[in-house]
């Protein structure tokens, strides 16, 4: 971390939900660095993921900062061999929680021209971090069972609009895994 309590290379959390649609679920959580000089570390943790969510800091100042990091995402996704299209990708609007934030609409305009998922959060608070993992993690079993199916492996994976049913999960901190595992297991409905 830096002087700023900031990400410096990335962080890891490893967690096994067991079986889903017949298939073994293990997911590597990563969260890599914004800051401009650490590309070369974003596109070393970039290189083989199956989805990404990308973490927009919905201040009204940073809309600048969104727009160069996402276009930053975008080159280096190509430079890993992945194509946008074809890869999950669901957008977290981050910061609700603080005063002089984007609307919704105004974030989604900048950032979505593609309809991604996109959800509102406050990560200090835990609000909107679950829903933006079913989100992805649902995306991500799709694309992978789609590869089983190759009639439907060649479709834009972002471009198909779904409900996905959210239920709230506890803000304390004790059994964070078990719920999170039960809201993702829930995908099997």
């Avoid at 939900?17 to 570390?41: A, D, E, F, H, N």
């Avoid at 074809?86 to 603080?98: G, T």
């Avoid at 239920?167 to 078990?178: A, D, V, Y």
């Amino acid at each position: 971390r830096t002087e700023t309590d900031r990400t410096l290379f990335f962080d890891l959390l490893p967690m096994n939900l067991g079986k889903i649609r017949g298939m073994k679920i293990k997911l590597q959580l990563y969260t890599t660095p914004g800051q401009v000089q650490l590309t070369s570390t974003r596109r070393l943790v970039l290189k083989g993921v199956d989805a990404v969510v990308f973490v927009a800091d919905s201040q009204t100042d940073q809309v600048e900062a969104n727009l160069e990091s996402f276009e930053d995402l975008k080159i280096n996704l190509q430079e890993s061999g992945l194509d946008i299209d074809s890869i999950p990708i669901v957008l977290q609007y981050n910061k609700r929680d603080l005063p002089e934030t984007s609307s919704i609409d105004e974030m989604n305009s900048i950032l979505n021209p593609m309809g991604l998922d996109s959800f509102a959060s406050s990560a200090i608070n835990g609000e909107g971090v679950f829903e933006t993992l079913k989100s992805v993690s649902k995306k991500t079993i799709e694309k992978i069972q789609a590869v089983k199916k190759p009639s439907e492996s060649s479709k834009n994976i972002n471009n198909h609009p779904e409900n996905v049913n959210i239920s709230k999960e506890p803000k304390n901190g004790n059994g964070k895994n078990k719920n999170l595992s039960k809201s993702i297991a829930d995908l099997e409905d």
